[in-house]
């Protein structure tokens, strides 16, 4: 396609023809002409946004982005209402990639029941990998925000889903050429069905009717800067058990086959729930069919530590993700 923003012709027959899900919130309707988008929520309510930018080949870049920031949005206590996304393509992509991408992305949306209020795409001369940009809003009650730095010392802490899958999937989705001539096709297919694990508002409704005091999403450099984060953001210590800590033997093979280390990874998908109850909190999610795991408690003093059975290990401050490896 040729360089600067998408033809009209371009935007409405393989982006805005591809946005079907609509939300009472949503006050204007996407067009070529109109690129700005907005929500009316009801009396007494706030609005919260949420955004990030991520890059790869994959197909369904868009849907890691939209997770990214539906599930954000869920950790802070609102009901996701819908996303903006802005897509960057290099020079030789095509019309049918952009257009597949759109396809994924609101098939995505649409299981999330959100609407992606406004899209646009650009071809830009100076990138090689494809870049999109997602910016989510939601709504919730004036009083009910959750943010990360509410955790208090003695709580615990409940991991829900596996840590490093979305990392694993993003792999695949770029090397799985190279994977499939080390890895038979049963495996490979076994991989692919996680993307079902991407997006956990269901998860984090649930924790919410439980009871929790702060929840954050397991994003750059995995659970170990999650930990950090939560941590930092209470003012608080930490103790962890890296046995509790739930990891699909698919992403410990792909991770050890590439030399990453999968605590250092993106999980989207996966959050941190601080609860004063956490076996509690963790035998209600598994009634629901959720995997969740109790790994470990916010302490007094500043001490991040976790524990591999009895060896200890102080935890760091976030480092590079993993995943950007496979890029450079």
Known sequence: MKIGNVSQTV???SVLKQLHTVRKESVITPSAEEMCSGIQPAEGEQVLFSNVSIFGDEK???VFAIAHVINDLATRGAEPVGVNLSILLPPYAYESRLKTMLELAERAAASQNIQIMNAKAEINPVIKKSIVTA??????QK?????????KAGQDIVLTNWIGTEGMLRIVREKEEELSKRFVPAFMEQVKRQDCFLFAVKELTLAREYGVSAMHQITDGGILAALWNIAEASGTGLEARLEDISIKQETIEICEYFHLNPYQMTSVGSVLLVTNDGEGLTRFLREAEVEASNIGRL???NDRVIWNHAEKRFIDRPAQDELLKIYM
């Open 11 to 13: 935007l409405r027959r």
């Open 60 to 62: 369904d870049l868009a």
């Open 135 to 140: 910016v989510g809003t939601g709504t919730l």
């Open 143 to 151: 009083g009910r925000l959750i943010q990360s730095g509410m955790g």
């Open 299 to 301: 302490t007094g003093g």
